[in-house]
């Protein structure tokens, strides 16, 4: 799969930036830029499927949503997430909808390259915009 997210430098935290050429896809992008931080994806296996719905009342609460889920099935149930999958986005402003799911496995630290402790997603610099076609979003992950 071709990279569709990376990281900008921050004092204290993690910018992440991710993109695709649907809003679907920018979502799914931003997950696995945010699993990335945690654990080395390439050590996780897509065994188990984690599915979310996920309700905001505009685009940039369900970001929030989408990933503080991530990050709730780590700390609750110790998932790491290999893929997502956002199947759609729907609604307008003050209403949104997310159908979507993780794929991956428990954490087990024989396996799993853990990385970075990710506390939180915060809204310091959210920002989702289309540029030139291409769907974009960006976050700070609170460290």
Same mark, same amino acid.
């Given at each position: 799969?071709?990279?569709?997210?990376?990281?900008?430098?921050?004092?204290?935290?993690?910018?992440?930036?991710?993109?695709?050429?649907?809003?679907?896809?920018?979502?799914?992008?931003?997950?696995?830029?945010?699993?990335?931080?945690?654990?080395?994806?390439?050590?996780? @296996? +897509? %065994?188990?499927? !984690?599915?979310?719905?996920? #309700? /905001?009342?505009?685009?940039?609460?369900?970001? =929030?949503?989408?990933?503080?889920?991530?990050?709730?099935?780590?700390?609750?149930?110790?998932?790491?997430?290999? @893929? +997502? %999958?956002?199947? !759609?986005?729907?609604?307008? #402003? /003050?209403?949104?909808?997310?159908?979507?799911? =993780?794929?991956?496995?428990?954490?087990?630290?024989?396996?799993?390259?853990?990385?970075?402790?990710?506390?939180?997603?915060?809204?310091?610099?959210?920002?989702?915009?289309? #540029?030139?076609?291409?769907?974009?979003?960006?976050?700070?992950?609170?460290?």
């Amino acid at each position: 799969m071709e990279k569709c997210f990376g990281y900008e430098e921050h004092t204290a935290d993690v910018i992440v930036v991710a993109w695709g050429d649907t809003l679907e896809r920018a979502f799914e992008c931003a997950a696995i830029g945010v699993s990335d931080i945690m654990v080395d994806r390439n050590t996780v @296996e +897509a %065994r188990e499927e !984690k599915k979310v719905v996920a #309700e /905001g009342f505009d685009l940039e609460n369900l970001l =929030y949503k989408w990933i503080e889920e991530l990050i709730f099935l780590f700390d609750s149930e110790r998932f790491l997430a290999k @893929e +997502a %999958r956002v199947f !759609k986005i729907k609604g307008s #402003e /003050g209403s949104y909808t997310l159908d979507g799911s =993780y794929y991956g496995e428990s954490y087990d630290p024989l396996k799993h390259d853990p990385r970075t402790h990710v506390k939180a997603v915060t809204y310091s610099l959210m920002k989702i915009w289309r #540029e030139s076609g291409i769907w974009k979003v960006k976050f700070t992950i609170d460290i």
